[in-house]
């Protein structure tokens, strides 16, 4: 096998089937690779637990030793191989390890190819800092135990990314495959403890508490106050300079201290824990104010560029019409998170892609809309769990909310009220929204309804049943505000209350409108003809999870999975084949499990 030079030493490939030494080469190279980037010890052996089962730890292997396209490749086996080899592009053999780990962060941080099953109920970011703490704390391992933590770590790779034939087959032949990659991680956990000279799993592993003496004043915690109020303080994925940023704490945001190791302390972060400076932290005993602490950039503090949040709207605004397509975030057409990116680039900096991890990296004063205040240029998402921020858009005032919908609507307005969570912005180069603005009110003018019949007032601007607010007789004085929404649609105010409805049935100018009765306009309290319910289907498939699809037919790629019970909105029929609504976008599956609701 040959010997290549990466980014963190030696390791080989070729394809063939590595020897005993060669896969120690390689795991001791993973683990650097990984570890730098934040991965636990845990996380990592679960992964190259499997990595062991499908390419003997080998990032040059074809599966079975076949090169073609349709064929798995790489240390995971991606499957077919151009999902790892057209997105890395690698020139050189020398890249090809560094360029599989930057494939595996990029899933992670994307929220690719990993997916939470009910049977092994962690995300991808929850996998990457799980810890025998963690997950005993989340009642997935019953003792705190770290054999027992890489045991379980491995099925959870093995069962939510590799899921192999034999793994979704069930019964016997998934117990045996993922019972064999968990104690093949326990035996790589042991070789990797010992040569980076970290405690095995046969040792009596001394917790962190028995470390350090920890200080405690609230509710059996050292809880600690950010100090820092004119920058953010990085919080990394360890204890000095060198390690990763994964988030900031704002000012006044506290923070619970699980132990300290010289000026750095570690914290509770999420679903696990995280390093600061603890130059910008101050005892808090959940009731005093701390004095604002001005810093510079000698310590761990982000260095800000800052945008207005005037400005974002401004980039937003221009954007209303624009076309919707999943993943998109260029000129003319973007996704809902996509239209951060886009803005945020127009504006000079640069937004992750990914309403999910926009919610839990690069948001903070955030939580539940009517228990945060709301600024314009705020973020706001929709969630289908507390791990799951599936939606995002851009507070604007006023009520109203700028989003990119889906590919039936494009970039439209809608209103606050549907929306779940909201947070003040920080971008991954550290630049941070400016929120030192007044509430917007756009300006407005009367309006008055002018029909036959009656005008449907919507939540937002599409025909559904689903989104009727009320019925506005002819003659009707509304509130027209001046901002731009959906070709041929107002936003209006009518008794406080905020909708949408047809500009064409809204008399601004003293015109007289010929009487007509169409679209929105009804001669009775029924609802229009012309509005559509959504075709609800649930799942049927009992043994097995319905695999999900980027397209129709099974050679496309699988993006999740569905349980029975769950159901779906189904967009188009495409013989045995369904479009569905998935996340910010849409995706397929069969239509042989699914029955109507």
């Not at 609507?409 to 180069?429: P, Q, T």
Request: aromatic letters at 12%; glycine letters at 8%.
């Amino acid at each position: 096998m040959d010997l290549y030079t990466g980014n963190f030493g030696k390791f080989y490939a070729s394809n063939s089937s590595s020897s005993a030494s060669e896969r120690e080469i390689n795991a001791k190279y993973i683990y650097k690779s990984m570890s730098a980037n934040g991965w636990t010890l845990e996380s990592i052996c679960g992964i190259i637990g499997n990595m062991a089962q499908e390419s003997s730890i080998n990032p040059a292997r074809w599966q079975g030793g076949i090169v073609k396209d349709s064929k798995g490749y790489g240390l995971v086996q991606w499957t077919p191989s151009t999902n790892f080899r057209s997105w890395a592009s690698i020139n050189e053999q020398d890249e090809l390890m560094d360029g599989q780990m930057a494939r595996i962060n990029w899933e992670h941080d994307n929220g690719k190819q990993f997916y939470k099953t009910t049977l092994y109920p962690l995300t991808f970011k929850q996998f990457k800092v799980s810890t025998e703490t963690t997950l005993f704390n989340l009642g997935l391992i019953t003792e705190k135990s770290k054999k027992a933590a890489v045991y379980y770590l491995a099925r959870v790779f093995g069962r939510n990314y590799e899921r192999s034939s034999a793994i979704l087959s069930g019964g016997d032949a998934a117990e045996k495959s993922l019972n064999a990659r968990g104690n093949v991680a326990i035996t790589w956990y042991n070789y990797l403890a010992k040569e980076f000279n970290l405690s095995t799993v046969e040792e009596n592993v001394t917790t962190e508490t028995d470390q350090e003496e920890i200080i405690v004043n609230v509710d059996g915690k050292d809880m600690r106050k950010v100090t820092s109020k004119n920058v953010p303080l990085n919080v990394r994925s360890g204890a000095g300079l060198n390690y990763k940023i994964i988030g900031n704490l704002s000012y006044g945001s506290i923070v619970s201290v699980v132990t300290t190791s010289g000026t750095w302390a570690k914290i509770e972060w999420e679903n696990g824990i995280a390093w600061c400076s603890i130059k910008y932290l101050e005892k808090y005993d959940g009731t005093q104010d701390n004095e604002e602490v001005v810093v510079d950039d000698s310590e761990d503090v982000v260095v800000v560029n800052t945008i207005s949040a005037k400005d974002l709207i401004a980039e937003f605004y221009k954007m209303l019409g624009w076309k919707y397509e999943w993943g998109a975030a260029r000129e003319g057409v973007v996704d809902c998170s996509g239209a951060f990116t886009y803005a945020f680039k127009q504006l000079g900096s640069w937004m992750y892609h990914g309403s999910n991890t926009m919610k839990k990296t690069y948001s903070y004063d955030d939580g539940k809309i009517g228990s945060v205040q709301l600024f314009p240029g705020m973020a706001v998402y929709k969630w289908r769990s507390p791990n799951d921020f599936h939606h995002v858009g851009l507070y604007i005032g006023a009520g109203l909310v700028i989003e990119a919908k889906g590919s039936k609507y494009g970039v439209v307005v809608s209103r606050i009220e549907d929306w779940h969570y909201a947070g003040k912005l920080k971008s991954k180069d550290g630049t941070v929204v400016n929120y030192d603005v007044t509430e917007f009110t756009p300006q407005s003018f009367v309006g008055t309804v002018n029909t036959n019949g009656t005008l449907n007032m919507r939540s937002a601007t599409e025909t559904i049943s689903s989104n009727l607010v009320k019925k506005l007789s002819s003659g009707t004085e509304v509130e027209v505000l001046n901002i731009e929404v959906d070709s041929g649609w107002y936003a209006i105010k009518y008794n406080g209350m905020l909708g949408f409805v047809m500009q064409k049935y809204i008399n601004t100018s003293g015109e007289i409108y010929d009487n007509v009765v169409e679209d929105e306009v009804t001669n009775d309290v029924s609802e229009s003809d012309n509005n559509s319910e959504e075709d609800v289907r649930e799942v049927t498939s009992k043994k097995l999870p319905l695999n999900v699809r980027t397209g129709a037919g099974t050679n496309y790629e699988d993006v999740g999975d569905l349980v029975y019970g769950e159901t779906v909105v189904v967009l188009e029929e495409k013989g045995t084949w369904v479009k569905i609504k998935w996340e910010d976008g849409f995706a397929w599956c069969s239509t042989k499990y699914l029955k109507k609701v």
